[in-house]
Nanobody
Framework: QVQLVESGGGLVQAGGSLRLSCAAS????????MGWFRQAPGKEREFVTA????????GYADSVKGRFTISRDTTKNTVYLQMNSLVPEDTAVYYC?????????????????WGQGTQVTVSS
């Protein structure tokens, strides 16, 4: 079991930036990848980005390519989400998740552990 705690959310104006952090503890040695998902009110939780712990391979949803960057610090068991050029459509609760199975990192059903989420609100 991996415990995850997100932080860094807040209110920003369109065009601004935020950096989210996800601190992992517990059975981190069993994790294959860490991902970020988001959920807006009344909508389904969707994939944003992910990174593998071992090689640092990344993947992004088309909606955030070129604006968001995921990274990981293996010495701190922490992953980050740098969010630039934010738009109101990015407003959502952002969740950090971990998976142990090797494979496609965009499949939400493959993730085993989830954080509680952090709110990101982008105003016009």
């Amino acid at each position: 079991q991996v415990q995850l705690v997100e932080s860094g959310g807040g209110l920003v104006q369109a065009g601004g930036s935020l950096r989210l952090s996800c601190a992992a503890s517990g059975r981190t040695f069993s994790s294959y990848a860490m991902g970020w998902f988001r959920q807006a009110p009344g909508k389904e939780r969707e994939f944003v980005t992910a990174v593998t712990w071992g090689s640092g391979r990344t993947g992004y949803a088309d909606s955030v390519k070129g604006r968001f960057t995921i990274s990981r610090d293996t010495t701190k068991n922490t992953v980050y989400l740098q969010m630039n050029s934010l738009v109101p459509e990015d407003t959502a609760v952002y969740y950090c998740a971990a998976r142990s199975a090797v494979g496609s990192v965009s499949n939400i059903q493959a993730y085993d552990s989830w954080g509680q989420g952090t709110q990101v609100t982008v105003s016009s």
